[in-house]
């Protein structure tokens, strides 16, 4: 599963991610992003904030998100 966080040993978890956007002529765009989660972290968001004036500077927006994690979940075996 792709991740917004990455689980540390220690069971805290770290956000790395990193969103970008950009303008059709290739310049970033100015906005805010956030990030959640809910359901036991298993429904995860980012989000990109602009404002309508921003939105509108272009007809056309790349984003871009980067640092995702892989998790990998193994079944726990019980020891008895």
Avoid: C, P
């Avoid at 540390?8 to 990030?35: C, H, M, P, V």
Wanted: aromatic letters at 12%; proline letters at 0%; charged letters at 25%.
């Amino acid at each position: 599963m792709l991740s917004l966080f990455r689980l540390n040993d220690n069971q805290t978890r770290t956000n790395t991610i990193r969103l970008k956007a950009y303008e059709e002529n290739g310049a970033e765009g100015n906005y805010g992003s956030g990030f959640g989660d809910s359901e036991g972290n298993s429904e995860q968001m980012a989000m990109f904030v602009f404002t309508k004036e921003e939105l509108q500077k272009s007809k056309r927006w790349t984003f871009q998100m980067s640092n995702m994690h892989l998790l990998n979940y193994k079944k726990r075996t019980s020891t008895s």
